[in-house]
């Protein structure tokens, strides 16, 4: 599979862009500053697009080693929902 394979849907990046190919998430990778690029979230996001480059994987698999690597050190913020009843249900006859 060559680099100029796009994923199927494109990787927003913090500053605006977006990574529409193989080649375009690896040239990213390689402008990262030594200390974040020696990290290991992004060494695993350039194996995957090495393996998926050179043996022709799933497109997803780099995706997702891509946005894990953007996305490290981030807490999900959950908000507090409605909770759900799971009781059994109040008929109107039995009111």
Same mark, same amino acid.
């Given at each position: 599979?060559?680099?100029?394979?796009?994923?199927?849907?494109?990787?927003?990046?913090?500053?605006? +862009?977006?990574?529409?190919?193989? /080649?375009?998430?690896?040239?990213?990778?390689?402008?990262?500053?030594?200390?974040?690029?020696?990290?290991?979230?992004?060494?695993?996001?350039?194996?995957?697009?090495?393996?998926?480059?050179?043996? !022709?994987?799933?497109?997803?698999?780099? /995706?997702?080693?891509?946005? /894990?690597?953007?996305? +490290? !050190?981030?807490?999900?913020?959950?908000?507090?929902?409605? !909770?759900?009843?799971?009781? +059994? +249900?109040?008929?109107?006859?039995?009111?």
């Amino acid at each position: 599979m060559p680099w100029s394979t796009s994923f199927e849907d494109p990787i927003p990046l913090p500053n605006g +862009r977006q990574l529409l190919t193989l /080649r375009d998430a690896a040239s990213y990778i390689m402008k990262l500053p030594k200390a974040e690029h020696s990290a290991p979230e992004w060494l695993a996001a350039m194996e995957a697009l090495i393996l998926v480059a050179g043996s !022709g994987g799933p497109t997803m698999l780099a /995706r997702i080693g891509v946005m /894990r690597a953007l996305n +490290r !050190g981030r807490v999900p913020e959950f908000t507090e929902s409605k !909770g759900h009843h799971w009781g +059994r +249900r109040k008929l109107k006859r039995d009111q």
